[in-house]
Nanobody, 121 residues
């Protein structure tokens, strides 16, 4: 069983900052990639940022220069540092991991339950 546990969502004013964390736990042989997606009311889930096991990152154009994704491979944790937040960043943020639960099994995709980020004055 694999679990992704997220934390850090909150209400913040425009221009403010937040840091989201996500830790993968359970039966894990190796993790290929981890990252964050978000879903705003009435919209489809969209990619925010991902990071490979080698540290290569990929960002949505809308967050480039404002968000930074980092990864601690020992702790199976990713951190999304969000700065200069805008009201349009308001969404539920979901952690995502692509991993092998056991040697030769997978890779499979897993999702966290989501954490709410609200940017409003």
């Amino acid at each position: 069983q694999v679990q992704l546990v997220e934390s850090g969502g909150d209400l913040v004013q425009p221009g403010g900052s937040l840091r989201l964390s996500c830790t993968a736990s359970g039966t894990i042989f190796s993790i290929n990639a981890m990252g964050w997606y978000r879903q705003a009311p009435g919209k489809q889930r969209e990619l925010v940022a991902t990071i490979s096991n080698r540290g290569s990152t990929n960002y949505a154009d809308s967050v480039k220069g404002r968000f930074a994704l980092s990864r601690d491979n020992v702790k199976n944790t990713v951190y999304l540092q969000m700065r200069s937040l805008k009201p349009e960043d308001t969404a539920i943020y979901y952690c995502n991991a692509v991993l092998f639960p056991r040697y030769g099994l997978g890779p499979y995709q897993y999702w966290g339950q989501g954490t709410q980020v609200t940017v409003s004055s």
